[in-house]
T-cell receptor, first 112, second 114 residues
Framework: GENVEQHPSTLSVQEGDSAVIKCTYS??????FPWYKQELGKRPQLIID?????GEKKDQRIAVTLNKTAKHFSLHITETQPEDSAVYFC???????????FGKGTMLLVSP | EPEVTQTPSHQVTQMGQEVILRCVPI?????FYWYRQILGQKVEFLVS????????KSEIFDDQFSVERPDGSNFTLKIRSTKLEDSAMYFC????????????FGPGTRLTVL
């Protein structure tokens, strides 16, 4: 089955800095890569996703890049704000299946 | 904006008891999922459900677990005889289609087994 590794486990930045979270996946058949943000005690919320037919996608301060050859994808947050503080999970889904395999999460702390 | 809803928000039960967790997926969605998240750990897939049958399940989803769509709106997860290690947050999710389609998560049910 699919295995997703995520780094770092914690990331502390100053407000206004950029943050980068990286994930690798094991199964080359994976073709869908969502990122979820989970605030304490709340549901995971999709913030951005990318499919394997594109290499990069951007939505305001958030961008995701995908390198299919290396089997890794990254989340980039620019101009971080304190409200960006949360746990971020990457996930992968193998083509033809509905299962999402999640990474272990990154706790992002943005200090004012 | 429609959301997935779950009840109860918190369930406390004694070891060995049966529990039923309830979910109402987004109304036009066809695929339903249960995930669990043990405190401080990652979200883990349990089962997916489509067209009134299980389409995929993980090794966590053993004979103690079952899912059902008892009517046109509810989707339930039953744990027959709860164990201490079943204590976790259980999330329901739904999507319009399978595969590479966005899954929307409910707020979760925190299950505490004593």
């Amino acid at each position: 089955g699919e295995n997703v590794e995520q780094h770092p486990s914690t990331l502390s930045v100053q407000e206004g800095d950029s943050a980068v979270i990286k994930c690798t996946y094991s199964d080359s058949a994976s073709n869908y890569f969502p990122w979820y943000k989970q605030e304490l005690g709340k549901r995971p919320q999709l913030i951005i996703d990318i499919r394997s037919n594109v290499g990069e996608k951007k939505d305001q301060r958030i961008a995701v890049t995908l390198n299919k050859t290396a089997k890794h994808f990254s989340l980039h947050i620019t101009e971080t704000q304190p409200e960006d503080s949360a746990v971020y999970f990457c996930a992968a889904s193998i083509q033809g299946y509905s299962t999402l395999t999640f990474g272990k999460g990154t706790m992002l702390l943005v200090s004012p | 904006e429609p959301e997935v809803t779950q009840t109860p928000s918190h369930q406390v039960t004694q070891m060995g008891q049966e529990v039923i967790l309830r979910c109402v997926p987004i109304s036009n969605h066809l695929y339903f999922y249960w995930y669990r998240q043990i405190l401080g750990q990652k979200v883990e897939f349990l089962v997916s459900f489509y067209n009134n049958e299980i389409s995929e399940k993980s090794e966590i989803f053993d004979d103690q677990f079952s899912v059902e769509r008892p009517d046109g709106s509810n989707f339930t997860l039953k744990i027959r005889s709860t164990k201490l290690e079943d204590s976790a947050m259980y999330f329901c999710a739904s999507s319009e289609a399978s595969g590479a389609d966005t899954q929307y998560f409910g707020p979760g049910t925190r299950l505490t087994v004593l």
